[in-house]
């Protein structure tokens, strides 16, 4: 049974930073792609951004793109973003999810395993 589970989430100002973690257990996903997705209040689930099984590529929405970085440790069998210069429309519980791909893709069908989600407030 996969857990994931994320932490990091919480109020902050427009501009500030905040780092996400996911953290994994129940099996190593060293090979899995991994990737955060967002979900605000009456909007559908979003991509926000994906990373290769080994960290070797990353791909980013256009909305992002520029300001947060998705990072992992093999090791820890963690998962990171790193969110900097945060804008109010970034207000949205954040999921991370792992595919059982060694790439995952934009489409959330194309992951198996979510986390809980944390929530993330950007205020103006």
């Known amino acids: 049974q996969v857990q994931l589970v994320e932490s990091g989430g919480g109020l902050v100002q427009d501009g500030g930073s905040l780092r996400l973690s996911c953290a994994a257990s129940?099996?190593?996903?060293?090979?899995?792609?991994m990737g955060w997705f967002r979900q605000a209040p009456g909007k559908e689930r979003e991509f926000v951004a994906q990373?290769?099984?080994?960290?070797?590529?990353?791909d980013y929405a256009d909305s992002v793109k520029g300001r947060f970085t998705i990072s992992r440790d093999n090791a820890r069998n963690t998962l990171y973003l790193q969110m900097n210069n945060l804008r109010p429309e970034d207000s949205a519980v954040y999921y991370c999810?792992?595919?059982?791909?060694?790439?995952?893709?934009?489409?959330?069908?194309?992951?198996?395993?979510w986390g809980q989600g944390t929530q993330v407030t950007v205020s103006s």
């Open positions: 990373i290769m099984f080994n960290g070797g590529r990353t």
């Open positions: 999810a792992a595919s059982s791909n060694i790439w995952g893709g934009r489409e959330s069908k194309r992951y198996t395993y």
């Open positions: 129940g099996r190593d996903l060293r090979n899995n792609a």
